[in-house]
């Protein structure tokens, strides 16, 4: 095995596992109504950025997945030129607290090389 393989098998587990990695459960919903829950990393703190580069307390929500776990799942992760597009999908997951968390995929950045999607969420009602 090569160390690209190495890699993919790496980031896929240390995102997913939930014993030994940073892997929660992570609900997934497409527009067309098709489910599906991985494991993966999510984060969720109160400190970003404002226009100006200054630090203000907002929340700030992202997830990262690998590719391949919802590719098994039967999740639809690109669009018909092949493109990882995720524009209007839903997520949900608890967080620390025990709060559910429900957002919509604001941008979503896949890393081809490793197969992991780095998404940037938003709040919904």
């Known amino acids: 095995m090569g160390l690209v393989e190495q890699a993919?098998?790496?980031?896929?587990?240390?995102?997913?596992?939930?014993?030994?990695?940073?892997?929660?459960?992570?609900?997934?919903?497409?527009?067309?109504s098709t489910t599906a829950t991985i494991n993966g990393?999510?984060?969720?703190?109160?400190?970003r950025m404002d226009l100006d580069g200054k630090l203000v307390n907002s929340?700030?929500?992202?997830?990262?997945?690998?590719?391949?776990?919802?590719?098994d799942a039967g999740y639809?992760?690109?669009?018909?030129s092949g493109e990882v597009y995720?524009?209007?999908?839903?997520?949900?997951?608890?967080d620390s607290s025990g709060q559910l968390?429900?957002?919509?995929?604001?941008?979503w950045f896949p890393d081809e090389a490793i197969g992991l999607i780095v998404c940037i969420l938003e709040d919904y009602e």
């Open 8 to 32: 993919i098998l790496d980031a896929k587990a240390i995102t997913s596992d939930a014993i030994n990695g940073f892997g929660i459960s992570i609900a997934f919903t497409a527009p067309n």
């Open 41 to 47: 990393l999510a984060t969720k703190h109160h400190l």
């Open 59 to 71: 929340k700030d929500a992202s997830i990262a997945v690998s590719e391949s776990l919802l590719a």
């Open 76 to 80: 639809p992760v690109r669009n018909s």
């Open 86 to 94: 995720l524009k209007d999908h839903k997520v949900k997951w608890t």
């Open 101 to 107: 968390c429900e957002y919509s995929i604001d941008q």
